[in-house]
C-alpha cells in the first residue's frame, strides 16, 4: 500500500539473484558510523587502519575536502575551515539558532559556515561525511550500495529530516528510509530476540542527550514519548572536566589553540576513568611545563553531577509523557554511556540493568544496517518487516473536493482514527467514500488510494445522517476504512494493500510540493469552503421561495431577490473576504423569510389542516 514503504510480497529476489546492498548510516553529531548486514553478521566498516567511528567533521581546503580523524588533525591549523557537530544545524533557519558562534553565517534565512572556501551550508557538511561513509562502504564491500537506512534523532522535525535526506540526495545515495535512532537500536536488540514489552532507550552522545519510550509489539515499534536536552552531551562533560584541570593545573589565560588542546585531554582523561578508578592528568600538551593533576572517579562524578541528573530529570519526563506503569528493558546507546555512573544511575532509576552487550558507539549503525537490508529487498518470506509511522497523511474526500485528514503523517501504527461525517444534500441515501493520501489541501493534488460507496442511508435532510468514518492501520502496515450509518448501521469498508507502495523519493516529492503551495493551498482551501456556504444558502433559499414564496409581498420578494442575487454574482469572483461579507448579508436578508416559514409551519402542526384535507390529499 501507500501507506507504508515495505518490498512487495513476492519481490525477494531469487536465490541466483545478487544480494543487494543496503547500508546503515548512523550520522552522528559527534561520530558516524556505516554498517552492512551480509545476512549473517552485521558488521561496522572499518577503514584500512581498523578503525570504525569517522568522526563528525569536515575540513574544507584548496585541494578539496577531508572527512573524519584527517580533518580533525587540521583542527589546529585552520579551525574556520574545519566543521564540527553539523548536525546541530540540519534544517534549521536563523531564527531557530541562538548562538552558532563565529563559523556561522547567515545568507539569507539559511545558515551556512564561512570558510576560506566559502560559504558551506549543514546539508553539504553531512553530505561530505555521508560521501566518504559511502566511500568507506565501497571499498570494504567491493560494491555499490543500493540503499541506505539513515537513523535521526526521534525528535527531529520535518526540515531537519528533510535536510538529512538532502544530504544524501547531494552524495548521490538512495535514501530507503530514514530511522529513528532509538528504534534502530532496539532493532540491533530486539529482532533476534523477538521480544515483546516497553522499551526505554537512553542515548547519551557526544553534543545531545535523548531519550525515549518505544512500545514493541508484534515486531513493530511505537514510539510512545521522546524527550531529551539538545545541549548535553560528552562535551559537556569534556568542558566541565577542562575548567577544573585548568584551575588545578593554575592556568589563567589560554590562547584559542591551547583550549582546544585542554578540551582534547579532558575529553581523554574523562575516557580513560571509564576504565581506571584514579588517573594522573598529563598537562604539558596544553603549557608544556603545567603540572600533572590527580583525578580520580569519585571527583569526576561529583564535578559532572549536575548533568548526569539533567538527564535524569529528562527520563523521568517522558515516563511520564509515554504513560507508561513499567519498562522492561533499557538500551544504552551513545559513547557517554561507557562511564560507569551512566550504568549505575539509570538502572536504578528503571529498576533494571541497562542492556550494554553491543558497542553503544555502534548499536544504532548496526540497527540501521538490519533494517536496510530488509528494506533494499533481501529479506526473505517469513521475516518480520519493522515499520513506525505513515509517511504521508491519510484521509478521505469532503465536499467540494477538499481533503479531510484522519491520520497525520508520522503517526505511529498501528492506529485507528474515526471521525463523525453526514450528507450534503436532502434525501441523500448514497455516500461516496475517496480514501486520498498527501499533504495538499485538495483531493486533485493528493494521492487516490480507494473509493468505495455506502448505500441504504435512509434519506433526511442535508446534515442529519451521522455516518462514521474509521481509518484503522495493523501492525503490518494495511489500511482498512471502513464507513457506518449509525441509525440503521448499515456500513461498507475497503482495504488497501501494501502492493501499492510509494517509493521514498516519492513521498519525499509529495512533501516537497506540499511545502512549496502550503500558502496557497489554504487560501484556495479557505475559497472553496466559502464557495460551499454561499451554494448552500442560494440552493436552500430557492427552495423555500418555491415553496413559500407567497409569504413575501413584492417589495420584500424584491429585497430578497436583490441579495441573492448580489450573492450569485459574487460567487464568481475569486476574493473569499468579499464573499464572506456578500454571504452574511444575504444570510441577514433571508431571516425575516425564514421567521415567516417558521409560523406558517407551527401553524400547520398545529391543526392548520383537516382530516378531510388529509383523505384528499391521499386519495384525490
Ligand atoms: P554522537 O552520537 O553525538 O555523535 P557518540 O555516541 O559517538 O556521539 O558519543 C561521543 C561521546 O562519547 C564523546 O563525548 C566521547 O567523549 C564519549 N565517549 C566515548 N568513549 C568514552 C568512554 N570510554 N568514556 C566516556 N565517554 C566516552
Ligand atoms: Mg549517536
Redesign the pocket.
Known sequence: MVLLQIAEPGAAPAAHARRKVGLGI?L?????LVAHFDGQDTQVLADESGHS?VP?VVHYHPDGVTVGSSALAAVDGAHHDTIASA?RFMGRARDDVSDGGHLLFAEGDTLAFATSQGPKTPVEVSSAILGALADRARTALAQEADGVVITVPAYFDDAQRQATRQAAELAGLRVLRLLNEPTAAAIAYGLDSDEEGVIAVY??????FDVSILRLHRGVFEVLATGGDSAL???D??LALANFLQHHAGLNQLTASQRRQLLAVA?QA??????NEAIRVSMSTVVSDAPPVELNRSAFNSLTADLVNRSLDACRQCVIDAQVTAVDRVVL???????PIISEVVAALFGREPLNSID??LV?AMGAARQADVLVGNRTGDEMVLLDVTPLSLGVETYGGLVERLVPRNTTIPVTRAQEFTTARDGQTGLVVHVVQGEREQVVDCRSLARFELKGIPPMVAGAARILVTFQVDADGLLEVSAREETTGTSAHVVVKPAYGLADDQVAEMLRASYEHAAADMQARQLTEAQIEAQQLLEATTAALEADGDLLDPSERAALDAALGALRDQLASNDVDALRQTFDQTAKATEGFAAKRMDRSIQEALGGLSVADFDEELNP
Open positions: 548512523d552522528g553529531t559527534t561520530n558516524s567511528i563528525s548536525k542515548d547519551l552522545g557526544g553534543g545531545t552531551g560528552g562535551d562533560f569534556d575529553r574523562k575516557e580513560a576513568l571509564t576504565h546507546v551513545g559513547g557517554s554511556t561507557r562511564m553503544p558507539d544504532v
